[in-house]
């Protein structure tokens, strides 16, 4: 079971990105997938999650709802997360998460900053 996360970088304040995580080792579309991020110094914290199979299903934390888009491309076993509107505080290390496998990627170090 492996999870890559990638798309990264740094970012001006309003900025976007889009995060991918691409995802092998298990059936991917029977599996709902979760983003976390993790800032300097604080606990990682839950961002998203979408349903497996057709993702129909999703739900944001509060400070992302409204800015942050979760989606998956089961033929493809990638999960991504479009983050728009970005501000400093999103600053963090991204991961994605796969809770019934108790499975983590090494993360994604997202910056803004101007």
């Known amino acids: 079971v492996q999870l890559v996360e990638s798309g990264g970088g740094l970012v001006q304040p309003g900025g976007s990105l889009r995060l991918s995580c691409a995802a092998s080792?298990?059936?991917?579309?029977?599996?709902?997938m979760n983003w976390y991020r993790q800032a300097p110094g604080k606990e990682r914290e839950w961002v998203a999650v979408i349903g497996r199979v057709g993702g129909s299903t999703t739900n944001y934390a509060d400070a992302v709802k409204g800015r942050f888009t979760i989606s998956r491309d089961n033929a493809k076993n990638t999960v991504f997360l479009q983050i728009n509107s970005l501000k400093p505080e999103d600053t963090a290390v991204y991961y994605c998460y796969v809770p019934r496998l108790g499975t983590w990627g090494q993360g994604t170090q997202v910056t803004v900053s101007s």
């Open positions: 080792g298990f059936t991917f579309s029977a599996y709902a």
